[in-house]
């Protein structure tokens, strides 16, 4: 090991972090409306894993697994924004955290109601 590849300590990283990281990457990908709701929070917590509204993440031997419930703009075409919703929330996680992403689930849980035009 060289001078400049001293160890200074651990970097921990607060699983509200990714949670965040994947809530802020969810909601600026066109096509998404907002997050749905998962039921299964409380099950979640049981088994160590951290969740937030319409989404979960657990974190095994350093690896990454995410779960996120979403509902779509009315005009979203649903495979591609699933994709869409991989690729970006798998790069955010291994650019800005640099945790390997094992799983991406995505549920489109419903489609907005597309507001009504205004009567005059």
């Not at 907002?34 to 917590?45: D, I, Q, T």
């Not at 979960?56 to 649903?78: G, R, T």
Request: proline content about 7%; hydrophobic content about 45%.
């Amino acid at each position: 090991m060289s001078a400049m590849e001293e160890n200074l300590g651990n970097v921990t990283i607060a699983p509200d972090v990714l949670v965040q990281l994947v809530r802020l990457t969810t909601l600026a990908t066109p096509g998404v409306a907002r997050f749905a709701p998962n039921f299964s929070n409380n099950m979640r917590r049981l088994f160590g894993g951290k969740s937030g509204e319409g989404i979960e993440i657990q974190v095994q031997d350093h690896n990454v697994a995410i779960d996120v419930y979403i509902v779509a703009e009315p005009d979203a075409q649903m495979l591609p924004l699933g994709h869409a919703l991989q690729r970006e929330i798998s790069r955010a996680i291994q650019d800005v955290v640099g945790m390997p992403v094992t799983e991406i689930n995505i549920h489109i849980e419903d489609v907005a109601d597309r507001l009504p035009a205004p009567t005059a």
